[in-house]
């Protein structure tokens, strides 16, 4: 029901029935509520941990934090600058960012070209190649670590974030062709034909044409890759060993291994790793949200 | 001229190729052979034939060990987030996008549910192991039960080798629920409104709506959503890793068959029977591949 049909419907019903109507509607009113706090509650109290003092978090509940009104940035500043035995996490980050963005950037380029040729040029065993990409895209990862391992320790590549971008690059192909190509094969066909006609070649047709009409396909994938790359634990488990070349993700790990339940210094890393995320999420939820809604078959 | 467009989409298509080819294809095949393979580390000598498959699934406590009954391990903790979480996830991700739908306050509340998806499960698992702090001054969940219930004793949810599962799927819960209401609710949007308010004037309440409507209606999305659940439940790692722990919970209660991948490979050092659990993974997601593929040429050749 569109907000302009639900505003005449109740426009006419007469008050007896639009006060029976809102007593009916509490219980929808009181689930969501009770709903949204159980969604929104665990990450306000890790929130307000973060701000604590290092005395408080380990002795009261952050629940009290309201009442004692005693805040402070020693956490953030303690993981951010050293904590003895390992690299800081502002090291972490920093390689976050180094990992992240080409890991982004070269998927959406490879996936665009080769998502251009399946849409819009016809060419023996297209078919059957965009059939084998469907079905890759739910392959386990775990069926390719070993090998990939050894083929970057016999080419170098183990030890530095080379390896990382191109295993990233491929794990992430598959999906973002698919994608794409839903993207690019929804343009008008007259469009490309035209362009044709005045000759412009596949590859100026690509770039001129069909890359600035997908913006909003592109804007999704690259969310989604982004995304999926900060967030990743798994990969740079395996291909980043050294630890000053790790992540966020393993940094959190590596805390809560080393240092068990320490909540001051958990709560300020788990808020650091989450902070691009959440910033990208509000921004543009909007190409988030049509990007799942396009990708829902993915793995 | 003509040589030239045949070579053309090639050039387009090549460089995705090439990385898929090495970095996925191949690697595919390769690791099905090592599965064969027993011994420590990356030296692939010794040939065993089909013995890892065989030790996996009947005789390895910690994967699947048919002696044993109750049978414990990995096969059987991946079985039991299948039946728990999937339809839990399901149910609860279409009641709040079917409740969301009546109230004006939608896209705020809908926010809030789907903020978890954005984040890593490193940072959700951070979260919930805050929550579930064995101390009622540090843990939410421990203090809101001793509050409510006298005389309650605080229970250390991940400590406990019955309760580290429910434990973790409550929260791999929270962060799809969000995905799984997305979804469900732009497939609610495009039920005609005519024929909701028919069944009004026909004198249907909500719930009548919700179940005879509703429900069915969404039959096709809700199968594509739960597939891409049980994809995500064959997969489940990091979750496990963070809130079990590189034990995978106590006595490894909590491992599931990709954690097992990972511990086996990696931290153990066997390599060979690592990638056997690989292979077990793959066959596990071969049906749905077929069913996805089946559904890709249906929806190609309309």
Known sequence: MTAASAALSVRRVPLGSRIVRVIARTPIHLSLLFIGAVWLVPTIGLLVTSFRERDDIHSTGWWTAFVDRRFSLDTYIHVLTSRGTTDSLAQNFINSLIITIPSTLLPVLIASLAAYAFAWISFRGRDWLFLTLVALLIVPIQMTFVPVLQLFNVVHLTGNFVGIWIAHTAYGLPFAIYLLHSSFAGLPRSLIEAARMDGSGELRTFWRIVLPLSVPGIASLAIFQFLWVWNDLLVALIYLQSPNLQPMTVGVVNLLTTYGTEWDLLSAAAFLTMGIPLVVFFSLQRYFVSGLLAGAVKS | ?302
């Open chain 2, 1 to 302: 001229m003509q040589s030239r467009s045949r070579v053309t989409p090639w050039l387009f298509v090549a460089p995705a190729a090439l990385l898929i080819a090495v970095l996925i294809i191949y690697p595919t095949f390769w690791t099905v052979r090592l599965s064969l393979y027993g011994g420590q580390g990356f030296n692939f000598t010794n040939f065993v034939g089909l013995q890892n498959f065989v030790r996996l699934l009947t005789d390895d406590p910690n994967f699947l060990d048919l002696s044993q009954f109750p049978p414990r391990g990995a096969v059987v903790n991946n079985v039991l987030w299948l039946v728990t979480y999937t339809p839990l996830v399901l149910a609860i991700g279409l009641i709040i996008a079917v409740l969301a739908d009546r109230v004006r306050y939608e896209s705020y509340i809908k926010s809030v549910i789907f903020l978890p998806m954005a984040i890593s499960a490193t940072a959700a698992g951070v979260i919930w192991l805050f929550v579930y702090s064995p101390s009622p001054a540090i843990g939410l969940l421990n203090a809101v039960l001793t509050a409510l219930i006298p005389g309650f004793q605080p229970i250390a949810w991940t400590g406990s080798v019955d309760l580290i599962n429910p434990a973790i799927i409550a929260a791999a819960i929270w962060i799809n629920a969000g995905f799984v209401m997305v979804i469900l609710s732009a497939a609610l949007k495009g039920i005609p409104a005519e024929i909701l308010e028919a069944a009004r004037v026909d004198g249907a309440n909500g719930l009548q709506i919700f179940a005879r409507i509703q429900v069915p209606l969404l039959g096709p999305t809700i199968s594509v959503v739960a597939v891409t659940m049980i994809i995500y439940v064959i997969k489940m790692f990091d979750l496990i890793y963070v809130m079990g722990g590189q034990n995978g919970g106590p006595l490894g209660a909590a491992r599931v068959i990709a954690f097992t991948q990972y511990v086996e490979t990696f931290n153990s050092g066997r390599a060979g029977y690592g990638s056997a659990v690989a292979v077990i993974m793959l066959i596990v997601v071969i049906p749905i591949m077929l069913l996805n593929l089946r559904r890709f040429r249906a929806e190609a050749g309309r």
